[in-house]
């Protein structure tokens, strides 16, 4: 009898940590979700406009220098090769460079035509 009841306490200890729970797992955190980023807008690229009178023009370097009518500062403006021939020195320009892009314009100025006066006679 007690190798019956030894057998038995043996066979419950045993039975009894067969349905134990195992241990608790460490509870699992999510990693953060990705974020997006906020679209990253390229900076506005500066627009620097200068009008002025052209000095001096290198046909050599394709490059025109300008005298600032504003703040009569000279600068040296690459320009279009082909459009070289197109600046006289004297003339007036409009230079606006905007990042790498360089576009010169001539100021044309347009003389106002006057109808000719008509002459009024006076009464004889």
């Known amino acids: 009898m007690k190798k019956s009841i030894l057998a038995a306490i043996t066979l419950i200890a045993f039975a009894g940590l067969s349905f134990a729970q195992a241990p608790a797992a460490a509870p699992t955190v999510d990693a953060p979700k990705a974020v997006k980023p906020a ?24 490059t025109i220098t300008l005298k600032d009518a504003k703040t009569a500062v000279e600068k040296t403006i690459g320009v279009d090769a082909k459009k070289i021939a197109d600046f006289k020195v004297g003339a007036e320009v409009k ?6 892009k360089t576009n010169v314009k001539v100021i044309t100025k347009h003389e106002s035509k006057k109808a000719p006066a008509k002459k009024v006679e006076a009464p004889k």
């Not at 506005?44 to 050599?60: N, P, W, Y």
């Open 95 to 100: 230079v606006k460079i905007q990042g790498d």
């Open 39 to 62: 679209p990253v807008r390229p900076h506005a690229i500066k627009v620097e406009v200068m009008m002025g009178a052209i000095t001096a023009v290198d046909t050599v370097n394709n």
